[in-house]
């Protein structure tokens, strides 16, 4: 059974050696580009993962995982143009190196090599596949429509934004631990089971990256922080802050996030402060252990023995303790 550190060696060489044969150069230069600025590989590890939960020739998945990775850094780069970053991994965004045009034209071609490398799957696995990667594409999208809409919004509800990170960010985790699951012929519950856990996994994740967002080291971290505080972003935190401050700090708090022209610094230093006052880290770091301790119920469930669960459950103890 291969490690987490063995699929990362693989999943980084696979990708080193996919050829970009097709013309013109300017449309792939961008693909290959943000295929090989580094990044975490979480999808592809943990398809491979859960595929090593039953058999050991994980390398022959290896097509699908580099089809999620692929997919996932598509969204990446459509991400980074909406939002306007200019950075990503310590590294120029695509719309900054290249430009807007590029970057859209750029990512819906990733998109087409998703599925294209998606079908490269067996035959007979080949429809309950597409099936769940074609949901879970339509799933994001709603996602990030959600996060969009919430922009406009000052009256989000937590339950909302917790939906909203689902969908734009937990479900991909779960197709990838329930894909590896039908592409190793796991029983139909053991699917279901890694799905799920792979969603609550997925909702811890996105509430530490916001979290990271405003806590984190920024060298570590890979981009600025407090870009979600600049943006006004509705994330777990700033709808928490709201709804648990007093009528001062929320006062305080309504004038930093309507005044358009306030100094990026001191708007990020004075909005971490009243999380602080108010108590919202701690609030944060309850909320994400809560929703990891929740998933290890699902991976307990799972029909294999602890022996062969004990790699993949110390990679997602790890993700857990991630600073970046």
């Not at 859209?104 to 490269?120: F, H, K, T």
């Not at 969908?167 to 699951?181: D, E, F, H, Q, Y």
């Not at 880290?281 to 022996?307: P, T």
Request: proline fraction near 3%.
């Amino acid at each position: 059974m291969m490690t987490a550190d063995e699929i990362l060696e693989s999943i980084n060489d696979y990708l080193d050696r996919l050829p970009y044969d097709r013309k013109p150069q300017g449309l792939y230069d961008p693909i290959r580009y943000v295929l090989s600025i580094g990044g975490k590989r979480i999808r592809p590890t943990l398809l491979m993962l859960a595929y090593g939960l039953y058999k050991d020739d994980v390398k022959t998945v290896l097509p699908s995982a580099i089809a999620l990775e692929t997919y996932h850094n598509y969204t990446l780069l459509h991400d980074d143009l909406m939002d306007n970053a200019d950075v990503r991994r310590g590294r120029s965004t695509v719309h900054r190196k290249w430009d807007a045009n590029t970057a859209v034209l750029s990512g819906d071609s990733m998109l087409v090599l998703a599925y294209e490398r998606m079908a490269q799957c067996p035959v007979e696995k080949l429809k309950p596949v597409l099936d769940l990667f074609t949901e879970t594409a339509l799933e994001i999208g709603e996602g990030q429509q959600y996060d969009m809409e919430f922009e406009k919004r000052n009256d989000v509800r937590e339950e909302e934004y917790i939906e909203m990170i689902r969908l734009k960010t937990s479900v991909l985790l779960a197709c990838a631990l329930k894909m590896g699951a039908i592409l190793a012929d796991a029983p139909s519950e053991d699917a279901a089971n890694l799905y799920k856990f792979g969603e609550l996994v997925g909702l811890a994740f996105q509430l530490q990256d916001d979290y990271l967002d405003v806590y984190g080291d920024p060298a570590v971290f890979g981009k600025a922080i407090g870009g979600d505080i600049l943006c006004n972003k509705k994330t777990y935190m700033l709808i928490n802050a709201f709804n648990l401050a007093n009528d001062s700090q929320r006062e305080e708090l309504s004038l930093w996030i309507n005044t358009p022209c306030a100094d990026p610094q001191q708007k990020i230093a004075a909005v971490t402060r009243l999380y602080n006052e108010i108590g919202i880290r701690e609030l944060a770091e309850q909320k994400i252990a809560y929703y990891f301790a929740e998933s290890r119920k699902y991976l307990a469930a799972i029909s294999v023995s602890d022996e062969r669960k004990a790699e993949l459950k110390a990679y997602t103890d790890k993700m857990m303790h991630r600073t970046y």
